[in-house]
């Protein structure tokens, strides 16, 4: 059974940062694509980064230049970079695995953003 862990969301004032952390385990994740995307309360999912397993990597324009995604394949694990954070930042944030044409979901980590 495929499992994805985060960790590192938060409360934090706006301008502020945060660091999510997404543990897989159960998945060859050195050659599995990861990505971050977010739900927030009345408003549509949002893909916010994704990184292959060669390491490209994509952004919503939304967070283009304040977010970054990245990968340590020793560690089994994926994390985004929050910087310049804005209170429409706020939602929950998961981590996917994507596996073939299956999608697997961690648990998802709070992010708010205070104004």
């Known amino acids: 059974q495929v499992q994805l862990v985060e960790s590192g969301g938060g409360l934090v004032q706006a301008g502020g940062s945060l660091r999510l952390s997404c543990t897989a385990s159960?998945?060859?994740?050195?050659?599995?694509?990861m990505d971050w995307c977010r739900q927030a309360p009345g408003k549509q999912r949002e893909l916010v980064a994704i990184?292959?397993?060669?390491?490209?990597?994509n952004y919503a324009d939304s967070v283009k230049g304040r977010f970054t995604i990245s990968r340590d394949n020793a560690k089994n694990t994926v994390y985004l970079q929050m910087n310049s954070l804005k209170p429409e930042d706020t939602a929950v944030y998961y981590c996917?695995?994507?596996?073939?044409?299956?999608?697997?979901w961690g648990q998802g980590t709070q992010v708010t953003v205070s104004s």
């Open positions: 996917r695995a994507h596996i073939g044409t299956s999608v697997y």
């Open positions: 159960k998945i060859s994740f050195s050659i599995t694509t």
């Open positions: 990184i292959t397993s060669g390491g490209n990597t």
